[in-house]
Every structure is written in C-alpha cells, then in structure tokens.
C-alpha cells in the first residue's frame, strides 16, 4: 500500500510542479507588461527552476527510463541528454548502482535514450522528447522510410547504432 501511496504523492508532486511552472510564467508576463509601463515588476519569485526544483532524492532508486521521463515531463519540452543527465544527477540517480562509470554516462545515457523508442524519440537536431509529445504517423513513416533506405540517418543514429553493437561486443566478450 506505501508503494501505492508513494506513487501518488509522485504523481501529484509532478502535476504541482506543472502547475507552478505556469504560475510563474504567469508572473514573468505580469511583470514583463509592468516593465513595458514603466512600473516595477510585481513579482520577485518568478524563475521556473525555482518554483518547480528537483528534490536532491526524485530519482534514487528509480528506473533510469522512469527518471528521464519524469525529469522531461517536468520541463514540459525537449531536452539535450546533457541536460538529462545534469538533472538525473541533480535529483540523485544512482548511475554507481548501474555500474556507468562517470566518464561514460554522457554517451550511455543517449544511447538509452535512442533506443528505448517506445518512450523517448530523438528529434533530427539532437534533443530528446517524450514519444508521446509527437505525431505518431510522422514518426512511424520516417522510421519506414529509413528502414527502406531513403532517409539517410543523422550523425545521432550512427553513434547510437554503433554505441548498440560496442555494448552488445562487451557483452558477449
């Protein structure tokens, strides 16, 4: 039942975090309009990253799948996987308990990213989104078209592809 429960407060934390993002760009226009008037901004506690922080323990012990996708709900866009990991970091992932030593998060972490496609897609200039953010059919028809050839894959895909076949060596070694 804690488990349940501590799902919900998850998820509620995340939909409060969404609602004080808009909060504060709210406030930013307020204070944006007052500027253009020639009055003093309204507000002094309008920075996003402020009012929608990371708590330094969001991501312990959570999958590595799970704690990206949370981290990009959060932002509500797409995000570089630089700026993926700096935030799986900042809320406490544990890349020790998954054996990514630190000078290779960088590349492992967007090789997950690339090739979990039932959650994440990697936009053609580089960021990754959340599948689901995207038309599906416009994805599905690039994906046909690079299986059949005639779309030539972005430098992305070849070091994700070759990122694949390096573990899948290492494996088997």
């Known amino acids: 039942m804690s488990e349940r429960l501590t799902a919900a407060i998850e ?5 409060l975090a969404r609602q004080l993002a ?6 930013k226009t307020i204070n944006s309009l007052c500027r253009a008037m020639g009055m003093e901004p309204r507000y002094s506690d309008t920075t996003v990253e402020a009012t929608s922080s990371i708590r330094p323990d969001q991501y312990y012990g ?9 981290f990009l709900e959060r932002r509500k866009r797409a995000c570089s996987a630089d700026e ?28 997950s990213l ?9 936009l053609p200039n580089g960021p990754f989104g959340l599948l689901e953010w995207y038309d599906k059919d416009a994805i599905k028809t690039k994906a046909a078209r690079k299986q ?16 694949s076949k390096a573990e899948a060596e290492k494996a088997s070694a």
């Open 11 to 15: 998820e509620l934390e995340g939909h």
């Open 148 to 163: 059949n050839g005639s779309v030539e894959p972005t430098a992305a895909d070849v070091v994700a592809e070759q990122d």
């Open 114 to 122: 690339a090739k979990n496609t039932v959650k994440f897609h990697r």
């Open 22 to 27: 808009e909060a504060a760009d709210t406030k």
């Open 62 to 70: 959570k999958p590595l799948a799970w704690a990206a996708g949370d």
């Open 84 to 111: 993926i990991l700096k935030g799986l970091i900042d809320g406490g992932f544990d890349f020790d308990a998954i054996e990514w030593k630190e000078k290779d998060r960088m590349r492992l972490l967007s090789s």
